[in-house]
């Protein structure tokens, strides 16, 4: 729920109000008021599931017709976080479409 609210947060700030048209890929996954996820699950685990096991498929049965899809991932490591050193994140987004374009 906090990252889903930080980046909701960071478009608005920035005139570009998300509203119903954004979701995290945890919160689809997870039933937060029943299971202990605290910040969330793995962020590879979480996106690649979503994808594949949600969105491509809503997709295909026409639900929608272009998703950008953006997920993002903690770059861990033991010898930076034993080292009191900030956890560096990462971000790509892709954009998939039912429109052939060109």
């Known amino acids: 729920r906090l990252g889903h609210q930080i980046v909701s ?3 608005a700030r920035d005139g570009l109000p998300l509203g119903e048209r954004y979701t995290d890929c945890g919160l689809l996954l ?7 996820m605290h910040c969330g699950g793995s962020g590879c685990g979480c996106s690649a599931s ?3 096991g949600y969105l491509l498929r809503g997709m295909r049965e026409g639900k929608w017709n272009r998703i950008i899809f ?3 991932g903690a770059l ?9 050193e900030s956890i560096p994140g990462i971000c790509h987004a892709v954009v998939f479409s039912n429109h052939k374009e060109g």
Do not use: H, K, M
């Open 76 to 84: 861990l490591s033991p010898t930076t976080t034993f080292q009191g």
């Open 30 to 36: 997870y039933d937060i008021e029943s299971q202990d």
């Open 70 to 72: 953006a997920p993002t």
């Open 50 to 52: 979503v994808l594949c």
């Open 9 to 11: 947060d960071f478009f």
